[in-house]
C-alpha cells in the first residue's frame, strides 16, 4: 500500500510564497502522475496542477504563471511551489498518485492566505 505524506501549509499573507511537499512510499513513484488538488471550504476538489512522468506539466487556469510543480523521483516527492498567494487560493491541498488503475491521496494539508 502506497502512502503519501504531505507537508507545508500554514497561514501566509497575501503575495506571499509556500511550498508544500509529498513524499510516497513504496517504489512506483518515478512511474506514477503526480498531481495536487485543492479543496475551499463549501466547494469541491480541484485539480491544481499535475506532472507525468515524461512531458510538461499542466496547471488550472487560475494558478499559471504563479504555482509550479516538480517532482524529485529520486526522493519519491512531488512539491508544489506557490507564489503571489491570494485569499482564494484558500483550502486543503492533497497530493495524488495515480499509477493504473489505482489512485492514492495524501492527508491534506491546510493552507490559509490572509488578505
Request: proline share 3%; with cysteine; net charge positive.
Amino acid at each position: 500500500q502506497v502512502q503519501l505524506v504531505e507537508s507545508g501549509g500554514g497561514l501566509v499573507q497575501a503575495g506571499g510564497s509556500l511550498r508544500l511537499s509529498c513524499t510516497a512510499s513504496g517504489n512506483i513513484f518515478s512511474s506514477a502522475v503526480a498531481s495536487w488538488h485543492r479543496q475551499a471550504p463549501g466547494k469541491q476538489r480541484e485539480l491544481v496542477a499535475h506532472s507525468a512522468p515524461a512531458g510538461s506539466p499542466n496547471y488550472a487556469d487560475s494558478v499559471k504563471g504563479r504555482f509550479t510543480i516538480s517532482r524529485d523521483n529520486a526522493k519519491n516527492t512531488v512539491y508544489l511551489q506557490m507564489a503571489n498567494l491570494k485569499p482564494e487560493d484558500t483550502g486543503v491541498y492533497y497530493c495524488n498518485l495515480r499509477y493504473y488503475i489505482n489512485n492514492y491521496w495524501g492527508q491534506g494539508t491546510q493552507v490559509t492566505v490572509s488578505s
